[in-house]
């Protein structure tokens, strides 16, 4: 079973490769915009990017490439990139607007984009195939094989990620920050020392000012892997000083840096050190400039972290509670919150796992997200508490085999290797 899924995955890879090598018959986009100054701001800012440059100077660059020229579609689409909160959807909203008058290549993409802005993102992966039907028309437009690339990370689809940056590389220019994704493709293969060397030799290329991120999470997933906790969390404080002193946290808050600190604080057992990061993280959400919906999101995910906690300290009863008060909030938060079901689904398989009632925790984690390693791997311990153990050693093989490139993988991966080889 699971050298057929490796077998279907190889074709899909050879199926992309090819599609995407057609380099003399490929197309680049055309500029919709007569304006030399918004073509040369344009470049700019896609040369800050691909060298991790990120903060408010983004946005600025952004601004003037729609005052040079109101209606370039693209213009509004990279200011929809570089702003926070609704400032971000109002921006891609005029951006698409301006698209029915652009050159096809940009409305095929400002629309395909469409999935990864609206609901937050939850369903991003639905860009895909149109963005992988507009890279086969214009296989020399290298911005499509570099968010194809990120989207694919996101589906877990590693190996084909891995075929789009490469890609992306080929058709160039030069980008450490493409160079930092392929980097990402030694975790998978388990070459953690050697991707840690990439990571620092990329890192010492970078402008100063630059913001990281595949450097400095992909640095602290090679140390989970490897079951140093210690350094992991200093690699993400590392990040958290980069991410601060380049005025990004200005844009969007640091929540996220912090809830990675204390997640691996809690799979580690640091109980205590967990519950402060998460408190933490959230302080810098309130006063931020995301909207409403989205800081009512990272109060979710602080009910879901301190329930963890509880659940860990072995505060049974106070843990459900708290997965009860994650459930109402999806329930009163009518039909935008529905993608948050999985979520609670995992949350209630966590604490019930921990409080040893497996048989109910198999029923919950059956429903969380599949794709998730460390979903699996829970749900994997919960069959193997039952006695399950074919359908655990199944999910634990699973889990080796995915390709995810998340923090998810790296702190389910170890164990999950042990149990097979045990």
């Known amino acids: 079973m699971r050298t057929f899924r490796t077998v279907g995955t190889l074709v899909s890879v050879v199926a992309l490769a090819a599609a995407s090598m057609a380099a003399d018959a490929g197309r680049k986009f055309e500029w919709s915009t007569e304006s030399a100054e918004a073509k040369q701001l344009l470049t700019e800012l896609q040369g800050r990017i691909e060298s991790m440059q990120f ?40 951006s698409r607007e301006l698209a029915a008058g652009a050159s096809e290549g940009e409305r ?34 290298r911005l499509l094989f ?57 890192e010492k290329q970078l402008p100063e000012g630059s913001v990281p ?4 999470f992909g640095t602290t997933f090679s140390h989970l892997y490897e079951g140093k906790t210690d350094a992991a969390i200093e690699s993400l404080t590392r990040y958290l000083e980069q991410y601060r002193a380049s005025g990004s946290n200005q844009q969007f808050p640091e929540v996220f840096i912090h809830n990675a600190i204390a997640r691996i604080n809690l ?4 109980l205590e050190a967990a519950m402060k990061a998460y408190e933490r993280g959230y302080e810098s959400v309130p006063g931020s400039s995301l909207p409403e919906d989205q800081k009512q999101t990272w109060l979710g995910r602080l009910r879901h972290g301190r329930c963890r906690v509880l659940a860990k300290q072995g505060e049974h009863e ?7 008060a994650v459930r109402q909030m999806i329930v009163d938060g009518g039909e935008p919150a529905e993608q948050f079901w999985p979520a609670y689904h995992y949350l209630a398989g966590y604490v019930l796992l921990e409080a040893g009632k497996y048989e109910k925790a198999v029923e919950h984690l059956e429903q969380a997200n599949q794709q998730d390693p460390f979903q699996k791997l829970l749900l994997a311990r919960a069959h193997e508490k039952l006695g399950h153990d074919g359908d655990a050693k199944e999910i634990y093989g699973q889990i080796v085999d995915s390709k995810w490139t998340g923090i998810e993988r790296a702190l389910a ?10």
Request: glycine share 8%; net charge negative.
């Open 108 to 141: 095929q993409f400002i629309e395909a984009m469409s999935h990864v802005i609206a609901n937050q993102g939850a369903n991003f992966q639905d860009s895909i195939p149109p963005l992988e039907e507009l890279a086969k028309a214009y296989s020399k437009q």
């Open 413 to 422: 991966f170890p164990e999950a290797k042990q149990k097979l080889e045990s």
């Open 55 to 94: 903060g408010p100077e983004n946005r600025e660059i952004a601004l003037k490439i729609v005052a040079a020229d109101p209606d370039f579609a693209m213009g509004h689409y990279y200011l929809s990139a570089t702003s926070p909160g609704q400032a971000a959807v109002d921006a891609y909203e005029k």
């Open 318 to 324: 106070k843990a459900w509670q708290e997965a009860e």
């Open 146 to 202: 570099v968010i194809l690339g990120q989207l694919y990370n996101g589906t877990g689809e590693g190996d084909k990620a891995r075929v789009a940056f490469e890609r992306a590389k080929e058709i160039g220019p030069y980008s450490l920050r493409v160079e930092s994704f392929l980097a990402g493709d030694e975790l998978l293969q388990g070459r953690y020392a050697k991707a840690r060397e990439a990571y620092a030799a990329i």
């Open 267 to 270: 799979e580690a057992g640091r």
């Open 213 to 216: 991120f595949t450097i400095r």
